[in-house]
């Protein structure tokens, strides 16, 4: 399998069950992921404009290739509703071959 063909994982996050189902679809529809999990019940700390925000959110981990981690990252900042999504992208390191390349061909375009 090439570098271009390993697999990444998108973590993000989302407002809202419904908001983390309309973005999952569109990125499997539109091949830019092979899948994505959605966890709800996350709860989140961070800092926005100097204050510490607490606010319950929904985990998407999106399944795809190092060649189309930086598309599934554009297209999320293109429909997602924060003004920043925090999308950060991880390479993975290994993995069952069969699974790796489920998702190299799930994502070609």
């Known amino acids: 399998m090439s570098t271009q063909e390993a697999a990444a994982l998108v973590y993000v996050t989302a407002p809202s069950l419904a908001e983390a189902e309309a973005l999952a679809g569109t990125l499997v529809e539109e091949h830019l992921a092979a899948?994505?999990?959605i966890v709800p019940?996350?709860?989140s700390v961070y800092r926005w404009q100097g204050a510490v925000?607490?606010?319950?959110?929904?985990?998407?981990?999106?399944?795809?290739?190092?060649?189309?981690?930086?598309?599934v990252c554009q297209r999320l900042a293109?429909?997602?509703s924060y003004e920043l999504p925090c999308a950060v992208v991880y390479p993975a390191h290994?993995?069952?071959?069969a699974a790796l390349g489920w998702i190299a061909e799930q994502t070609r375009a």
């Open 35 to 37: 899948c994505v999990n």
């Open 41 to 43: 019940g996350v709860r």
């Open 53 to 71: 925000q607490r606010d319950d959110e929904v985990l998407m981990l999106v399944k795809t290739t190092v060649a189309r981690a930086d598309a």
């Open 78 to 80: 293109q429909l997602h």
């Open 94 to 97: 290994g993995g069952l071959p």
